[in-house]
């Protein structure tokens, strides 16, 4: 029966926690937060939902930034695959859900292979937390009939997207881990047939009471978030949708 399932010594959880707000946390994922006794978490994890971890939880920081990688991702899986054969309950915590541009798939790949235990349970992806509180339906009748999610990451080398299929008319376009990209990807855009008046905004730290909203067109938008000086995390969202922001925005923050 759903909301009783046990945690479970020996089992990994990887869970979702949401963008930020930590109001956003599925019922699975607190209760799963209640029972660990140890949690490997990244830097996207809101601070009010790390307050949530028990006071005797082993807390192992695992977290990457851009170009700034604390632990190699072999050595996370090695890790999670040792504490579950140690007889722990891990909780494997990342922002917003855990496979979308998360690895949770490479992570889960490694417990299969390893024949650990363990349970996935999605969180609300950056995309679907940011567009709510920024007040920019993802999805509308009068602009977007498709969505699409994309990553603006790329190790070296120029960003590489298919660029015609995420240029298309009347469709929203999100692209994660995308802010030291942002002219080269808005150029892509308009090369590829988006024309430059198409609207764009930046959203950062979206959820949590500091989200600050930069709204511009692809032609300035690289400008206006250099006038900001945002910083990651922040999500593109590119598409007529983003007009929508000053009728629909709500969230205050703090
Ligand atoms: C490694 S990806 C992880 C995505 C995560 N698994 C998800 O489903 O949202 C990190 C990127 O997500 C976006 N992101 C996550 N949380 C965010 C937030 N609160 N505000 C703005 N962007 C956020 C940013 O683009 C950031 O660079």
């Not at 140690?86 to 390893?114: N, Q």
């Not at 950056?126 to 990451?153: E, K, M, N």
């Not at 007529?240 to 923050?253: D, E, I």
Request: hydrophobic share 45%; glycine share 10%; net charge neutral.
């Amino acid at each position: 029966m759903s909301g009783s399932r046990p945690v479970q010594p020996g089992w990994v959880y990887l869970v979702g926690a949401g963008p930020g707000d930590a109001e956003l946390l599925t019922l699975r994922a607190d209760a799963i937060i209640r029972a660990a006794d140890v949690v490997v978490y990244d830097n996207l994890v809101g601070d009010e939902v790390m307050a949530r971890m028990p006071a005797g939880c082993t807390r192992i920081y695992v977290g990457k930034k851009a170009a700034n990688h604390s632990m190699r991702q072999a050595d996370i899986c090695a890790l999670l695959v040792r504490l579950a054969r140690e007889g722990h309950r891990v909780l494997r915590l990342k922002g917003g859900d855990p496979y979308v541009f998360g690895r949770g798939g490479e992570e889960a790949e490694t417990l299969v292979a390893a024949g650990v235990p363990f349970e996935v349970v999605p969180g609300v992806t950056a995309a679907s937390g940011i567009s709510a509180y920024a007040g920019i339906p993802l999805t509308h009748r009068d602009h977007a009939q498709s969505v699409v999610f994309a990553t603006g990451h790329k190790k070296e080398g120029p960003v590489d997207l298919d660029w015609s299929a995420l240029a298309r008319p009347k469709q929203t376009v999100v692209i994660y881990m995308g802010v030291s990209r942002i002219a080269e990807i808005a150029a892509q855009l308009v090369a590829h047939g988006l024309p430059e008046t198409t609207p764009a905004a930046l959203v950062r730290r979206g959820t949590l009471p500091d989200q600050f909203v930069v709204v511009a067109t692809l032609a300035d938008l690289a400008d206006k978030a250099e006038a900001a000086s945002i910083k990651p995390p922040a999500l593109m969202i590119i598409g007529t949708v983003v007009t929508m922001a000053p009728t629909l925005g709500w969230f205050q923050g703090g």
